[in-house]
């Protein structure tokens, strides 16, 4: 590896195409993304084939894009990293293809990165250099596809510690904008019209774990989002199991459903996090993934952290939802620590962030005690 330690990193895992250059981990010297969202908006939702037959036009355009606003030549590069797990395999298969190719072309070490683990790594890059990482952490990934916590001693060991019980919180505000007729993709729309509405309005049902008397609640709590989606659906139509959803320009008070229901998904996600930090040991929660860009989010999570005594940490919004500096960003670390892969690397529809935390965990433990034969 040259002194210069340029990634560039590719990530196609879902909607979005996109292609950096980080230097040694830190210095995003280019991020280019490409969203195919105009695509898939008359459809709801991400619609796989459209997607990955997107991102094959794509691909190679946004790859020099990010080269030549990084004033990099491929020669310059150090590693190729790319997003390999979870997402559509289709559109996994995309990029990974072409970084293999980047990467056997030009002799370069080729880095497959896991996208959560990646989006995790989004809350150390604009860390401040002077404090060393924010690890170790919780580390909170609420996206379209994810609403998960994570305890993340460095880059490269996290560790699966809760997740949702059936949807992702992202995915909740994206029904919930179909509900009131405000297209896809739905969080950021949903979040405009709450600005304008009453959050105490209607009390939406916060998910909390039900326990019998005499039983400990869980440790850590899970999440759930599919109550309050009904809930929202019920408010609408009324109790009426077969009355007609109301067309969305006949819905009164959308701004006040659309910033009550805002609420309860913010207050869903900011007590269990901080409670599971806090039984966890851990100081600092970092929140990435598309849904950290919501503004209530940050605020509710900011104070509650600092009244526990708490840091909660934020990446820029452009680096909360998919992008490839976070990957190039994780790269580098995965090269660092002699976990570069093979060029028959495959794409897998799951993640392995789990499976990774535990070998470590396993390796630190026969480190401490080592058994008498050696
Ligand atoms: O991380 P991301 O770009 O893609 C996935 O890996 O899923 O996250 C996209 C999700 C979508 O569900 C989108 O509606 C949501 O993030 N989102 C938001 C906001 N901006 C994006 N949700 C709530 N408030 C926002 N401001
Ligand atoms: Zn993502």
New binding site residues.
């Given amino acids: 590896m040259s002194q210069r330690g340029w990634v560039l990193g590719i990530e196609s895992?879902?909607?979005?195409t996109a292609a950096a250059v980080v230097a040694r981990g830190r210095e995003i010297r280019s991020s280019i993304v490409e969203s195919q969202a105009p695509l898939h908006a008359p459809f709801g939702g991400v619609v796989p084939e459209v997607a990955g037959r997107s991102h094959l036009r794509a691909i190679l355009p946004v790859v020099e894009r990010a080269l030549e606003q990084a004033g990099a030549r491929l020669e310059d590069l150090d590693a190729i990293a790319v997003t390999s797990r979870p997402g559509l395999i289709g559109s996994l298969l995309v990029g990974l293809s072409a970084a293999k190719a980047l990467a056997w072309s030009r002799g370069l070490p080729l880095v497959c990165a896991d996208?959560i683990e990646a989006?995790i790594y989004s809350g150390a890059m604009e860390y401040p250099a002077e404090r060393a990482g924010p690890w170790p952490c919780a580390a909170l990934v609420?996206?379209?596809?994810?609403t998960s916590l994570y305890q993340a001693r460095s880059p490269t060991e996290v560790e699966l510690v809760a997740s949702t019980l059936d949807d992702?919180?992202?995915?909740a505000?994206?029904k919930v904008?179909h509900l009131l007729g405000l297209g896809y993709?739905?969080?950021?729309a949903?979040?405009r019209l709450a600005d304008k509405g009453d959050p105490a309005r209607i009390e939406f049902p916060r998910y909390r774990p039900r326990t019998r008397p005499g039983e400990l609640p869980p440790r850590i709590a899970p999440f759930s989002f599919s109550g309050l989606k009904t809930s929202v659906l019920y408010h609408l139509r009324g109790q009426d199991a077969l009355a007609p959803t109301p067309a969305p320009s006949a819905i009164e008070g959308a701004a006040d459903v659309a910033a009550s229901f805002?609420e309860a998904v913010v207050d869903a996600l900011v007590g269990p996090t901080l409670e599971a930090a806090r039984s966890l040991g851990l100081e600092r929660v970092l929140v990435v993934?598309?849904?950290a860009?919501?503004?209530r989010?940050r605020e509710k999570m900011g104070a509650a952290a600092r009244a526990a005594g708490m840091e909660a940490w934020f990446p820029s919004?452009a680096y909360?939802?998919?992008n490839a500096a976070m990957v190039a960003g994780l790269g580098w670390h995965l090269l660092e620590a002699g976990l570069a892969s093979e060029l028959d690397a495959d794409a897998s529809p799951r993640s392995e962030a789990r499976q990774r935390a535990a070998g470590a965990r396993a390796h630190a433990a026969a480190a401490r005690n080592p058994s008498p034969q050696g």
Avoid: I, K, M, W
Wanted: net charge negative; hydrophobic share 25%.
């Fill in positions: 895992s879902c909607d979005e996208h989006h609420v996206s379209g596809g994810h992702a919180a992202g995915e505000f994206d904008a993709p739905g969080g950021p949903v979040a805002q993934g598309g849904v860009c919501n503004r989010l919004p909360c939802t998919d």
